[in-house]
C-alpha cells in the first residue's frame, strides 16, 4: 500500500476519523507543572476529539478562522488545523504552556503545508482583538479565581459568532443565562466526565472525575 501523504494543503483535513484524531491528540505534550493559581487542565485526547469531531460534522472547523482562547499546551486548536481549519490563532498568559504549545505544533509541522497560518500570542484573554469564525476553549472554571470563566465567556462573545466552550456541569445554568444576556443560544451540548489527572500537589487521587459540558453557542441573528 502507499504510504499515505500527510503534508496537504491547509484546507483539507489530515485525519479520517475521529479515532485517528484522538490518537495524534493524545501524543501531544502536556503541562509540564500545571498551575493551579491558572487551572491548568489539559482536555483529554477523547473528549477533544468528539467534541471536534460533532464540530467538523457540522461545518464549523474546515477552512474557518479559529481562535483558541487559554490555549494552554494546544490540544484544541491543533485537534482543528487537523481537521482542515485554514488558521488558527493560540492565546495563552503562561509562557511556559505557550512554549509547550509551539512545540506540540512544530512536531506536527509535517502534516501541514509550509504557509499554513498559526500564531501565537502570549497575553491575557482580556486583551485580545480581532474577529475570527469560531472560538474554542475550554477556561478555567472559576474554581480559583472567581468568574474567570466570565471574562472567556465575555472575550469570545466580541470574537466570533460560533463558541465551543467547556463548563462544569453546575454551571450549565449560569452560561445558558449568560448566552441569552449577550445575544447568544445554546444549540449543541456535549456531557462527559472528565478525568482530571493528577498534575498538582494537593490531589490524592490519581484520577478524579467531574462532569463537564461543552457547549456550542451561536449568535442569534
Ligand atoms: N485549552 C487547554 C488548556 C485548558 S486549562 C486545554 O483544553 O487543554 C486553561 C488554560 O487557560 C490554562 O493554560 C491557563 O494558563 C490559561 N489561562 C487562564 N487564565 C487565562 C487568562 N486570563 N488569559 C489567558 N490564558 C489564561
Redesign the pocket.
Known sequence: MPEKKLNQTANHAIVCSKGQLAVILSQIKGFAEA?VS??????DSET?ATVLWHANMICDLANKKII??????G??GLGTMLLGCSEVTF????EN?LKLCKINAKNLKSEFSDDFLVSFQN????EVLGSFDVVV????FGTHEAH?DR?FLQKACSLAPIIYSFHKAATFAFVQAFAKDNGFAITHNWQFDFPLKQTMKFHTKKIQRITVVCVRLERKQ
Open positions: 498551575k491558572l487551572e491548568q487542565y489539559q482536555t477533544a483558541d482562547l487559554g490555549s494552554g499546551t490540544i484544541l492565546v495563552e498568559k503562561d504552556a497575553k491575557d484573554v482580556s476553549m475550554n477556561p478555567p474567570a471574562v
